[in-house]
């Protein structure tokens, strides 16, 4: 059975780091990319970046670029989303998910980790 | 304000047919790119609904179908139950800007 299972939710400070992780099973994990998605409470879904887990090719949303890192360790087929330096506004609830190409659809969803950034 | 518009909100009672559409432009749909649709049921994941603008994954009921014409998608429920009470993407891919996935801004079902 393919799954996507997710880290527990976190709750941070301003200004500290945070790493995510999304663990694949039940499929080859290289076969498939690996999207973050992010939706704000009340809000609709927004593509973060996707990763090739093969090589580590990776594209980011340009309103993402600069303020969060996608990475993978396909040893324990696991993808991770990290940010250096949280923001209140970077609370939200995140959701991996995997596809067969950049564009194609998201066949499989993780969860979902729910990230609180509050003072 | 999402590069695929989607309308905010659309209902029906049981029994009836909705249409929720996707529209895009030149560089995502336009271009020839394929949508997606995802349901998401209130406090769940999205769940892919229909895949390359018409198929569904097994396990869908044939009550969903999609289509796509020029720069637009459009999502069909026909049969409407109260389950299907659910805010509903379409995501497609855009040729701009080197290259990204994009998401519809979403659209809330309502059952009546």
């Known amino acids: 059975e393919v799954q996507l299972v997710q880290s527990g939710a976190e709750m941070k400070k301003p200004g500290e780091s945070l790493r995510i992780s999304c663990k694949g099973s039940g499929y080859s994990f290289t076969n498939y990319w690996i999207t973050w998605v992010r939706q704000m409470p009340g809000k609709g879904l927004e593509w973060m970046g996707t990763i090739d887990p093969t090589d580590s090719y990776t594209k980011y949303s340009p309103s993402f670029q600069g303020h969060v890192a996608i990475s993978t360790d396909k040893s324990i087929s696991t993808a991770y989303l990290q940010w250096s330096s949280l923001k209140a506004s970077d609370t939200a609830m995140y959701y991996c998910?995997?596809?067969?190409?950049?564009?194609?659809?998201?066949?499989?969803w993780g969860q979902g980790t729910l990230v609180t950034v509050s003072s | 304000q999402s590069v695929l518009t989607q309308p905010p909100s659309v209902s029906g009672a049981p029994g009836q047919r909705v249409t929720i559409s996707c529209t895009g432009n030149s560089s995502n749909i336009g271009a020839g790119y394929n949508v997606h649709w995802y349901q998401q049921l209130p406090g769940t994941a999205p769940k892919l609904l229909i895949y390359v603008n018409s198929n569904r994954p097994s396990g869908v009921p044939d009550r969903f179908s999609g289509s796509k014409s020029g720069t637009s998608a459009s999502l069909a429920i026909t049969g409407l139950q109260a389950e299907d009470e659910a805010d509903y993407y379409c995501q497609s891919y855009d040729n701009s800007l080197g290259g990204y996935v994009v998401f519809g801004g979403g659209t809330k079902l309502t059952v009546l």
């Open positions: 998910a995997r596809h067969a190409s950049m564009g194609g659809d998201g066949d499989y």
